[in-house]
Nanobody
Framework: QVQLVESGGGLVQPGGSLRLSCAAS????????MGWYRQDPGKQRELIAT???????DYAGFVEGRFTASRDNAKNTVYLQMNSLKPEDTAVYYC??????????????WGQGTRVTVSS
């Protein structure tokens, strides 16, 4: 079955940078949107950015130019470059993709999440 695996999270100081990766693997006939979400304990998951298969990107307003999403279709991978990180960015970051696993319907898939902690 299709799997999404995030990597790149960890502990970083305020003002630092992290680059997250998410690779889709398994039975993949096609992928439409891929994107990034994040969630703090007790809060709803919030959208960070989505990237279409053509490379068009939509960002949430709070990004304010600090984050950059990108995508490598040949590798079925989406990235999130995060700069000027703030303590408020601390959360579990999730990868999301809309995947056709069998040549028929497209289905939503989620990664297991990778934790980002911004602290001195």
């Amino acid at each position: 079955q299709v799997q999404l695996v995030e990597s790149g999270g960890g502990l970083v100081q305020p003002g630092g940078s992290l680059r997250l990766s998410c690779a889709a693997s398994g039975s993949i006939f096609g992928i439409r949107d891929m994107g990034w979400y994040r969630q703090d304990p007790g809060k709803q998951r919030e959208l960070i950015a989505t990237v279409t298969s053509d490379g068009s990107i939509d960002y949430a307003g709070f990004v304010e130019g600090r984050f950059t999403a990108s995508r490598d279709n040949a590798k079925n991978t989406v990235y999130l470059q995060m700069n000027s990180l703030k303590p408020e960015d601390t959360a579990v970051y999730y990868c999301h993709a809309i995947v056709n696993p069998d040549g028929h319907a497209y289905i939503d898939y989620w990664g297991q999440g990778t934790r980002v902690t911004v602290s001195s």
